[in-house]
């Protein structure tokens, strides 16, 4: 995978003289002893990371653990007191002014907490403002801000001042401002945190198909785990500065680097951002391999399924793709009708459940198929089954751990 | 007691020596602000008084409302009725003479001291001193300078009235909200970009009440610069007070009122027309 912007020992020191400050880190000292002694602010120390093209990277962590600084310094709304931002294999922290400048409007965009949109514009030459700075004529301009005006939904509102809009609406601006320009790289800090829980949600699925439709590199800065989880292929997580852990959701939420990582997950339903494949188990439920041969096949496979006190199994193929589930019942209808394959055994209305799919959704389901479900991948092969048993003992667990 | 400290001696000195080593640079900026006043004051008297009074009835009528607009025209009637027409226009050219001057030097002044620590270190005690400085000072070394007529009497209003632009829009620049100015240079603006396209028109509103005080001020300023011969309404009122007449003061007087209302509330109307919040 090609590797969109990368972070090599990035550090930001906010004070008079941050040589100072740097060999006080590079000593070993600790931020809060070099802000005592000096005064002076370690926003981001020694920050690494690569992300690739296409994803959308969720840097999370506390109010002031220096996410908005570290946003920053990518496209050097701050300037770096040291280290390397490689975009395309290119050193930003090294660039020229008008490089920058080429780069900014080239290949970056960003999308701002409040909004940050120009009042004395309309919502049209808003949208179409990184053309307009980057010499775009009036036509061309305006054609690509209704494109993008219409993608976020706000082509009626083209002649209407920010003010007039909602909230919703002037972020809707906002990032039809930064896609107007199709950068190759999105910038976003806390864009969706200053609105109402329910517009948040809107658009992030706004975001989310957007990105179905035109696979972008965005970094999506983030205080809040529910949102850094819907959207994020992977999230770092800041604490005091530094990056503590980086990885997908799935593996942050099963090792969590420390404590502080953890304290996260403190009173968050985590159930919620479990999935299919997380709770699966393999050994559950019997699998049989077809085609399986003749009677003798039936009968061997409803006698283990008797001894195992089961009533159904599951019936893949020589890959492990999942075929069907077949039960007791329906192998011994089969052979009474003289019929002596699993696949002609199958019971047609049992879903085979994709691994992804989340816990709610997958409890919706096991509450309505007393059953076990089969849980696949993205090529149908087995994962493993989830029964009605399997989840009220993962829900026990989750609520003896509390 | 005796002074031992002799400022006005100095200031005196420092008048002189300008008086005698650089009358080039002075005629120069005489000529431009003469010819500036008398191009005004030319169009202004060139439009048929009838003409003008249409015009700013309607402009009073679209920008304030009716009401207003009736009383533009109620004001045009009296100014003219009493005969004071043409000293109120000679009054009017000299305020936006005065006033685009201010303009011109103020707006660029403000924008520097917002930029830059070591300008904003220098301008603003200068603009104390300009301010609260009485305003009648500024008349002798101005007739020094440039003799006695509208110049002297445009650039004494220039030094009086300029402050509250430049404040004003020094204020406006620095008070642009920074996640705008973010948007701006990450979007790709150069410097001069980002002046033009944001932190300008970010600072308008502000710069706009500069304006509309910097005209009111020129206003108060024209009428005491009369007596340095610069003319206009405070002819009158000068010889009103010189003669004791109580009739051509009051009338002069009120002529001074009914056009500070009405500029005041126009350049109002231009100032927060705009939508400006965010
Ligand atoms: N311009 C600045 N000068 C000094 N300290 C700053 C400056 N900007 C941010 N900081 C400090 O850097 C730390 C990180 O801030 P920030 O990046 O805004 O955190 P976050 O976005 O995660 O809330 C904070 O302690 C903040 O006070
Ligand atoms: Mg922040």
Redo the contacts with the bound molecule.
């Keep these: 995978m090609k590797q969109k912007i990368v972070a090599k020992g990035l550090h930001?020191i906010?004070?008079r003289s941050p040589d100072i400050a740097m060999e006080m880190l590079r000593k070993g000292r600790h931020k809060d002893e070099i802000f005592k002694e000096t005064g002076?602010?370690?926003?981001?120390q020694d920050a690494n990371f690569a992300v690739n093209e296409g994803e959308i990277f969720v840097?999370m962590?506390?109010?002031?653990?220096?996410?908005?600084?570290?946003?920053?310094l990518l496209n050097r709304l701050?300037e770096p007191t040291a280290g390397q931002i490689l975009v395309d294999g290119q050193d930003v922290a090294t660039m020229s002014k008008a490089q920058l400048v080429a780069l900014r409007r080239r290949d970056m965009a960003m999308v701002f907490q409040s909004f940050a949109l120009l009042p004395h514009l309309t919502v049209l030459d808003n949208a179409a403002f990184g053309l307009e700075v980057a010499g775009v004529g009036r036509k061309e301009r305006e054609r690509r801000a209704l494109e993008v005006l219409d993608e976020v939904g706000l082509k009626a509102f083209a002649a209407k001042r920010p003010a007039e809009l909602s909230g919703g609406m002037q972020q809707r601006v906002g990032l039809a401002r930064a896609l107007a320009v199709d950068p190759s790289l999105m910038l976003m800090?806390?864009a969706f945190s200053a609105l109402d829980p329910l517009k948040r949600t809107e658009m992030q699925e706004l975001l989310l198909t957007l990105q179905k439709e035109h696979k972008r590199t965005i970094i999506f800065?983030s205080?809040d785990l529910d949102e850094a989880f819907r959207i994020g292929n992977r999230i770092a997580i800041?604490e005091g500065?530094r990056v503590v852990q980086i990885g997908s959701p799935d593996e942050i939420l099963r090792n969590p680097a420390d404590d502080y990582v953890r304290a996260f997950f403190k009173g968050v339903d985590v159930k919620r951002y479990l999935t299919a494949k997380d709770v699966a188990l393999p050994d559950e439920v019997l699998v049989m391999e077809a085609p399986a041969d003749l009677n003798a096949g039936f009968e061997s496979a409803i006698g283990r399924l008797r001894q195992m006190r089961r009533n159904y199994g599951f019936v893949v193929d020589k890959e492990r793709r999942v075929l069907g589930t077949v039960s007791i019942d329906s192998m011994l209808r089969c052979l009474a009708e003289g019929r002596t394959t699993l696949e002609q055994a199958l019971l047609d209305d049992i879903p085979a459940v994709p691994g992804d799919t989340r816990m709610t959704e997958l409890i919706s389901n096991i509450v309505r198929n007393p059953y076990p479900l089969p849980i696949i991948d993205g090529e149908r092969r087995y994962l493993g089954a989830v029964t009605q048993t399997i989840l009220l003992r993962n829900m026990a667990q989750e609520t003896a751990n509390v | 007691m005796s002074e031992f400290l002799p400022i006005g001696e100095w200031a005196d000195q420092a008048v002189n020596f300008l008086l005698e080593n650089d009358s080039g640079t002075f005629g120069a900026l005489g000529t431009f602000v003469g010819s500036l006043t008398e191009l005004v004051e030319q169009a202004l008297m060139f439009i048929p008084s009838w003409v003008l009074a249409v015009v700013l009835t309607a402009l009073a009528f679209r920008r304030v409302g009716w009401r207003f607009a009736l009383f533009c025209a109620a004001a045009v009637v009296v100014i003219i009725g009493t005969g004071f027409w043409n000293a109120t226009m000679a009054t009017l050219a000299l305020v936006i003479s005065a006033t685009l001057i201010s303009l011109m030097v103020g707006v660029p002044l403000g924008i520097w001291t917002a930029k830059s620590r070591l300008a904003a270190y220098f301008v603003r005690p200068s603009l104390d001193f300009m301010q609260t400085m009485p305003a009648f000072v500024y008349l002798i070394p101005a007739a020094m300078l440039f003799g006695l007529g509208k110049v002297p009497g445009v650039l004494a209003t220039v030094i009086f009235a300029m402050p509250p632009v430049v404040r004003l829009t020094s204020l406006g620049i620095r008070q642009v909200n920074s996640e705008q100015l973010e948007a701006g240079v990450t979007f790709g603006c150069t410097p001069w970009q980002l002046l033009f396209k944001v932190q300008i028109p970010g600072a308008l509103p502000s710069i706009m009440a500069g304006i509309n005080q910097t005209i009111m001020m020129a206003l108060s300023m024209v009428i005491i610069a009369s007596m340095v011969g610069a003319g206009g309404l405070g002819n009158d009122v000068l010889t009103s007070i010189s003669r004791l007449d109580i009739g051509l003061g009051f009338e002069s007087g009120l002529a001074v009122v009914l056009l500070a209302i009405i500029v005041d509330r126009m350049t109002e109307s231009f100032g927060v027309a705009r939508p400006t919040k965010a």
Excluded: A, P, Q, W
Aim: aromatic content about 4%.
């Design positions: 930001k906010f004070g002076m602010v370690v926003g981001v840097i962590g506390l109010s002031g653990s220096g996410k908005s600084t570290l946003i920053r701050i800090d806390e800065v205080h800041m500065g």
